[in-house]
């Protein structure tokens, strides 16, 4: 089983709709978890961190399952510019770690 | 602050020659982290340090790959000699104790023909 696994898409929806992706994670000693986003041939920046309480930053709303060993993004009200690939991301400990990323779900927002 | 500068952005090469990826990452962090990317594998972690010293080369792919950070500034990237398969985008990234995610730099992608 791979380490960080998710759809790589790509989902294609129009303005102003609701997407969610979803993700996996293979290691059940992973303490921290991260959304990027990729724009095309760009570096992954970071969009936000996910908590077990599950957060949200505006639009997007990130969820926690720590039982099933599933995160989630959600994006509501979706922009043009949102159109990006999403990278799932994990770190393995709670001090030093190295994030371990997902390959990316791809994201294409139409007019 | 500038971020993490990474540099050239673009190197073609031929097959054998040397290659120098440099990095520089942003002041006050103190983990260095050097990411490969395509489309196959996406992100894989080559090599990491915290305060200059490597802490795990795991990820290299073979000894043809070496990493030094001599200082808290500057890090390198070597491949020697290259081949065709090591043609990805190169990412360097740095992080404060490692917490709340990295800062990426721009990248540098690699054409080895």
């Known amino acids: 089983r791979k380490e960080v696994e998710q759809d790589p898409g790509p989902f294609n929806v129009p303005e102003g709709a609701t997407v969610a992706f979803n993700c996996t994670y293979s290691n059940s000693a992973s303490q921290s978890f991260f959304w990027y986003r990729q724009d095309c041939r760009k570096e992954p920046k970071l969009l936000m961190s996910?908590?077990?309480s599950g957060n949200e930053d505006g639009r997007f709303t990130a969820q926690l399952n720590r039982a099933s060993q599933y995160i989630s993004l959600l994006i509501r009200d979706s922009k043009l510019s949102d159109s990006a690939t999403y990278l799932c991301v994990v770190n393995k400990y709670s001090g030093y770690s190295t994030l371990t990323f997902g390959k990316g779900t791809m994201l294409l927002v139409s007019p | 602050d500038a971020g993490v500068i990474q540099s050239p952005r673009h190197e073609v090469t031929e097959m054998g020659q040397e290659v120098t990826l440099r990095c520089k990452p942003i002041s006050g962090h103190d983990y260095l982290f050097w990411y490969r990317q395509t489309m196959m594998r996406g992100l894989e972690l080559l090599i990491y340090f915290n305060n200059n010293v490597p802490i795990d080369d795991s990820g290299m792919p073979e000894d043809r790959f070496s990493a030094k950070m001599p200082n808290a500034s500057f890090s390198t990237l070597k491949i020697q000699p290259s081949e065709p398969r090591d043609s990805a985008v190169y990412f360097c990234a740095s992080s404060f104790q490692g917490r709340n995610g990295y800062t990426f730099g721009s990248g540098t992608r690699l054409t080895v023909v």
């Open positions: 996910v908590y077990s």
